[in-house]
């Protein structure tokens, strides 16, 4: 059966701005536009250099997706964990109850780090699940060339017969690093419960549906087909590349504080949070005996 295309739901260019310690970041979920898009809490494309970075800080309530695309990124957490993401790795993060972590790049002279970090909800039954990561390098991702013009990296889910390795993340996400030549056209099936969109970070002629999707610009979608269907024409000189990313919705609703990292499902909840990052008690008690190694 041919796949149903599904129909645009709005287009968001991803404005740059300063955030952490000297980085910038071009945010398409977070943003006044679209707060959220359930799973989705946040999405932003950023950039550091050796002086810049994201120093100690909290997340409560969900995960987050980090996709290296350039350089060199260490992290460092309260409750023992550390490491280093390279070009291509990503790593998944749970928050859960509760933790204090730290991602700055590693040190060098001609620094130049750059990825993508995306921010999914937590179901309320795991919301205080222990803190946890999953790293994957970049050497354990499938890739897969259903032709001379598209090449695929399957981070998680399935594209063109070649599945993920690994299931990452509590909150079931897909996630795929498309590049298409000129004259490549590509089609994506997506579950039909989960919401996607596709951000572009390569390339100024990408189509889908048949409309030109801008660099740096985000395409949300309905829940109206199975696919996203889309094209490089044969007149472009540059290659695209764009990640296509899909989460099951969730049916609760998305209650945060001012900064966006605790993520409950009502104020009451969300006010016992805070108290316990305030008083160092729930998730939160080795707070006040840690400071990040990450430098």
Do not use: C
């Given at each position: 059966?041919?796949?149903i295309?599904r129909?645009?739901?709005?287009?968001?260019?991803?404005?740059?701005?300063?955030?952490?310690v000297?980085?910038?970041?071009?945010?398409?979920?977070?943003?006044?536009?679209?707060?959220?898009?359930?799973?989705?809490?946040?999405?932003?494309?950023?950039k550091?250099?050796?002086?810049?970075?994201?120093?100690?800080?909290?997340?409560?309530g969900?995960?987050?997706?980090?996709?290296?695309?350039?350089?060199?990124?260490?992290h460092?957490d309260?409750?023992?964990?550390?490491?280093?993401?390279?070009?291509?790795?990503?790593?998944?993060?749970?928050?859960?109850?509760?933790?204090?972590?730290?991602?700055?790049?590693?040190?060098?002279?001609?620094?130049?780090?750059?990825?993508?970090?995306?921010?999914?909800?937590?179901?309320?039954?795991?919301?205080?699940?222990?803190?946890?990561?999953?790293d994957?390098?970049?050497?354990e991702?499938?890739?897969?060339?259903?032709?001379?013009?598209?090449?695929?990296?399957?981070?998680?889910?399935?594209?063109?017969?070649?599945?993920?390795?690994k299931?990452?993340?509590?909150?079931?996400?897909?996630?795929?690093?498309?590049?298409?030549?000129?004259?490549?056209?590509?089609e994506?099936?997506?579950?039909?419960?989960?919401?996607?969109?596709?951000?572009?970070?390569?390339?100024?002629?990408l189509?889908?549906?048949?409309?030109?999707?801008?660099?740096?610009?985000?395409?949300?979608?309905?829940?109206?087909?199975?696919?996203?269907?889309?094209?490089?024409?044969?007149?472009?000189?540059?290659?695209?590349?764009?990640v296509?990313v899909?989460?099951?919705?969730?049916?609760?609703?998305?209650?945060?504080?001012?900064?966006?990292v605790?993520?409950?499902?009502?104020?009451?909840?969300?006010?016992?949070?805070?108290?316990?990052?305030?008083?160092?008690?729930?998730?939160?008690?080795?707070?006040?005996?840690?400071?990040?190694?990450?430098k």
């Amino acid at each position: 059966m041919k796949p149903i295309p599904r129909s645009i739901l709005k287009f968001i260019a991803a404005v740059e701005r300063p955030e952490g310690v000297g980085a910038m970041v071009r945010r398409a979920i977070g943003v006044r536009q679209m707060r959220t898009f359930t799973p989705f809490l946040l999405f932003d494309h950023f950039k550091a250099s050796s002086s810049a970075g994201f120093p100690d800080h909290p997340h409560r309530g969900h995960e987050t997706v980090t996709y290296l695309l350039t350089g060199s990124l260490q992290h460092h957490d309260f409750a023992g964990g550390s490491g280093v993401l390279n070009t291509g790795d990503l790593q998944f993060m749970t928050a859960g109850r509760g933790i204090m972590h730290a991602e700055v790049p590693v040190a060098s002279e001609d620094a130049n780090v750059t990825g993508l970090q995306l921010w999914v909800d937590l179901p309320e039954r795991l919301k205080e699940v222990e803190p946890r990561y999953r790293d994957l390098r970049a050497p354990e991702i499938p890739i897969v060339t259903p032709n001379a013009k598209v090449t695929v990296k399957v981070i998680s889910g399935e594209a063109y017969g070649v599945a993920s390795h690994k299931e990452l993340a509590y909150t079931p996400v897909e996630y795929y690093d498309y590049e298409v030549r000129p004259g490549g056209t590509f089609e994506q099936k997506i579950p039909k419960n989960f919401n996607v969109f596709v951000y572009t970070f390569a390339g100024k002629d990408l189509l889908i549906n048949h409309q030109h999707v801008p660099l740096y610009e985000a395409v949300f979608f309905s829940q109206d087909g199975d696919a996203i269907v889309g094209e490089v024409p044969p007149t472009s000189v540059e290659v695209s590349r764009f990640v296509i990313v899909a989460g099951e919705a969730l049916d609760q609703p998305i209650i945060q504080d001012a900064s966006g990292v605790f993520v409950e499902t009502s104020k009451e909840r969300l006010k016992n949070a805070l108290k316990e990052f305030k008083t160092a008690t729930g998730g939160f008690e080795r707070r006040n005996l840690w400071t990040s190694k990450a430098k």
